[in-house]
């Protein structure tokens, strides 16, 4: 039977209807541009301020966009239809990112308040989103109740925030955060009872790549903003920045070889923890365009041999993303032929995150230009890895496909 929908407002699309395959749209696309932005503002706010409290703000920050970000996504995937409706949802949500990156951009204690108040009005503005599905789709009331629960009491903390002073600001935010991201697994249990079964679209694979290609532009930006740091761009400077833009390279060739184009497996349970995992390949990115200014202002500085809190995070970055894509590939699904290869892949995986942390902290200190060299020596060499073993697997079942 042909769907109808009401073009001026409407209720959104039921839970049941679910489309087998679908084009992503070009409001997802502009939706995804703002929070381009913020990621920006974001990463800044921790490029400079590599102190423990920054990190921590750095680290909420990112959990909380994601989850503004993955909640409006799911939304238009579950229940978006061609209305006005959906624009103007969509509209409204891209007007709280932009707002909190607005906040973002002076970090002075006035605005503090005003981060709080914009991050308020993304957690309002999504507990609307999942209480106003419940009534207009029974069949969505049990299952969103959870939702609409935990949220709302995130919101009154965010709020009580306020008025109280620290430590107990952070300690408050961090429990809305586990409030915000716990109900998919009291859901699960829900749609269990119901014989019910939830799994990542196809659509949300792919919006969780575009998502990531953003951040890595963030990467790109990074290694760009350090060299705004000379005057003089001599030949050291610039192979530092070659060597950075190789490593952002080769991450991105290492994820998308391994993860793209790959399906979850099966249940809202794994499909949530695919998405956490996202957060920490995010947010890994993030650091590592925040943390290259620093490099290269130890570099200018004449400091690039010691261990700075810069190269740190750094290294702590690549090891945080590789690791983050031996999870997502425990929980993807591949063709039986490549499961032999996967795991040796991800033994590599794990050695070559360690390594750069180990070196960093216990080892004596190579200059700048040495040390990019190696990590991409490292990266290029699970690339020579994956081409040789993982394509091969590939191409021989695309070949089996065409017989």
């Not at 929980?331 to 490549?338: D, M, S």
């Amino acid at each position: 039977m042909e769907k109808k929908y009401n073009i001026w407002w409407g209720p959104p699309r039921k839970f049941s209807n679910k489309f087998e395959e679908r084009k992503i749209s070009w409001l997802e696309l502009f939706f995804d541009l703002v929070y381009a932005i913020i990621i920006s503002r974001t990463t800044h706010w921790l490029a400079i301020n590599y102190k423990p409290d920054g990190i921590l703000d750095y680290a909420y920050l990112i959990i909380i966009v994601f989850w503004g970000w993955y909640n409006g996504s799911q939304y238009y995937d579950l229940h978006g239809t061609p209305g006005i409706r959906t624009r103007l949802m969509t509209l409204w949500q891209m007007m709280t990112i932009a707002a909190l990156a607005v906040t973002l951009y002076n970090p002075s204690a006035s605005a503090i308040g005003n981060t709080t108040i914009a991050i308020a009005a993304l957690q309002a503005f999504i507990t609307y989103l999942w209480w106003s599905v419940g009534i207009y789709d029974k069949e969505h009331r049990k299952y969103n109740k959870p939702y609409t629960a935990c949220f709302l009491i995130a919101l009154a903390l965010i709020i009580l925030t306020l008025f109280v002073p620290q430590p107990y600001k952070r300690i408050l935010f961090w429990i809305t955060l586990v409030l915000n991201y716990i109900p998919p697994f009291i859901a699960a249990r829900i749609l269990k009872g119901h014989n019910s079964d939830f799994s990542l679209s196809s659509s949300m694979i792919e919006r969780l790549g575009l998502f990531t290609i953003i951040v890595f532009g963030e990467a790109i930006l990074g290694v760009i903003n350090g060299m705004n740091l000379f005057n003089n761009l001599n030949f050291n400077v610039w192979l530092c920045f070659g060597l950075g833009i190789l490593i952002v390279f080769a991450l991105w060739w290492i994820f998308f070889a391994l993860i793209a184009d790959r399906m979850g497996q099966k249940g809202l349970v794994k499909g949530t923890v695919i998405s956490m995992i996202y957060i920490v390949t995010v947010a890994s990115l993030g650091m590592l365009g925040a943390s290259f200014p620093g490099l290269m202002n130890d570099l200018k500085s004449g400091i690039d041999d010691s261990p700075s809190a810069s190269r740190v995070i750094f290294s702590v970055s690549i090891a945080l993303f590789l690791f983050s894509i031996v999870s997502l590939s425990q929980l993807l699904i591949y063709p039986e032929e490549y499961y032999k290869k996967r795991r040796p892949i991800q033994l590599l995986l794990i050695i070559a995150g360690s390594l750069p942390v180990i070196y960093t902290l216990f080892l004596p200190v190579l200059s700048l230009t040495i040390y990019l060299f190696c990590i991409f020596l490292l990266m290029f060499l699970i690339i020579v890895v994956i081409t040789k073993s993982w394509f091969r697997v590939e191409l021989e079942h695309l070949q089996d496909n065409d017989l």
